[in-house]
C-alpha cells in the first residue's frame, strides 16, 4: 500500500514539475488489419477524451521462420518453409486523466492482439 502511494507522489510532483507524463501502449498481433482496427478503436477512444495522441507508429514485424523436412526417411532435400509475422504498433497518450485510462481499461478489443501499458 505504502508503495502505491509512494508512486502516486512521485507523479504529483512530476506533473507539478512541468514534465509530460506518457501512456505508451504497445499493441501486437499476428493479422495487420485486426491489429489496425484496435489500434483506431484505441486512438478514438483516447480522442473521445480530449487526450492528445501521437501515433501510432509503426515497429518493424517480428518474423519466424520454421524448416520442415516433407517426408520422414528418404528426401531429405525436400523441405517445406512457415513463417509467423508478428506486427507491432506504439501508441502514445500525453498527459492523460484519469477518465482516459479507466475507458482505456474497459476497452473490448479483438481476440489475438496483445496489449503492453506503461506509464513513462
Known amino acids: ?12 510532483k512530476k506533473v507539478a514539475a512541468g514534465e509530460v507524463q506518457k501512456l505508451r501502449i504497445r499493441v501486437r498481433a499476428y493479422e495487420h488489419k485486426i491489429l489496425d482496427s484496435s489500434v483506431k478503436q484505441i486512438i478514438d477512444t483516447a480522442m473521445r477524451f480530449d487526450a492528445k495522441v501521437v501515433g501510432p507508429i509503426p515497429l518493424p514485424t517480428e518474423i519466424k ?12 532435400d525436400a523441405r ?15 498527459n492523460p486523466g484519469t477518465k482516459v485510462i479507466e475507458a ?17
Open 1 to 12: 500500500m505504502t508503495t502505491k502511494a509512494t508512486s502516486e507522489s512521485k507523479r504529483e
Open 65 to 76: 521462420k520454421y524448416t520442415v523436412n516433407r517426408s520422414s526417411f528418404v528426401y531429405k
Open 80 to 94: 517445406e518453409q512457415f513463417e509467423m509475422r508478428m506486427h507491432k504498433r506504439v501508441i502514445d497518450i500525453l
Open 104 to 120: 482505456l481499461t474497459n476497452l473490448s478489443l479483438p481476440s489475438g492482439v496483445s496489449i503492453d501499458v506503461k506509464m513513462i
